[in-house]
Antibody
């Protein structure tokens, strides 16, 4: 069974940085695009970023472009999200998701999420 | 920017009811449309992709339809485990993937 486990969330001050990790298992990690999606308190889902299997193609939501960096280490089966210059509006549960692998961007398997709180 | 608008934002229904949720895109997204179920404290679950293709393991009471700008998710006979929030998602790469605001289905 596909397993995704996020970690690295916590409380950080505005302007600070945090790196999230997503450990993947039970599938060939390097074959899949991966996504980060977040949910702010009381809000809906927001797509954040995606990366291809080789780590050479990335794209971002406008709300995080220039501040967040998605990356992956296929040898460690781990996805990352480096978050810099954090703002209060970045407070959310952050989920990693595996791409379904068909034409389009669909998350077919998701982790349980890690909470990031940006507050002074 | 592309916007995904869901309606209604919430619906109260009983077990056995037919529930219909609509999603409208502000521009043509072809059939790049997915539907997800999300329960509090749980991971989101993909129900439908390509506007109408049922994801593996999802019960057949979930049906997706539409193309272009107007889409529908229908639950033909609501079951107790279906009480949740449902999101549509535009799944094309450009513009970037975008979720609708969500529709909460709760018990009447």
């Amino acid at each position: 069974e596909v397993h995704l486990v996020e970690s690295g969330g916590g409380l950080v001050q505005p302007g600070g940085s945090l790196r999230l990790s997503c450990a993947a298992s039970e599938f060939t990690f390097s074959n899949y695009w991966m996504h980060w999606v977040r949910q702010a308190p009381g809000e809906g889902l927001e797509w954040v970023a995606r990366i291809n299997g080789g780590g050479t193609t990335r794209s971002y939501a406008d709300s995080v472009k220039g501040r967040f960096t998605i990356s992956r280490d296929n040898a460690k089966n781990t996805l990352y999200l480096q978050m810099n210059t954090l703002k209060a509006e970045d407070t959310a549960i952050y989920y990693c998701a595996r791409d379904l692998g068909v034409l389009g961007n669909y998350g077919d398997c998701w982790g349980q999420g890690t909470l990031v709180t940006v507050s002074s | 920017d592309l916007q995904m608008t869901q309606s209604p934002s919430s619906v109260s229904a009983s077990v056995g009811d037919r529930v219909t949720i609509t999603c409208r895109a502000s521009q043509d997204v072809s059939n790049f449309l997915g539907w997800y179920q999300h329960k509090p404290g749980k991971a989101p679950k993909l129900l439908i992709y390509g506007a109408s293709t049922l994801q593996s393991g999802v019960p057949s009471r979930f049906r997706g339809s539409g193309s272009g700008t107007d889409f529908t998710l229908t639950i033909t006979s609501l079951q107790p485990e279906d009480f949740a929030t449902y999101y549509c998602q535009q799944a094309d790469a450009s513009p970037p993937p975008t979720f609708g605001g969500g529709t909460k289905v709760d018990i009447k």
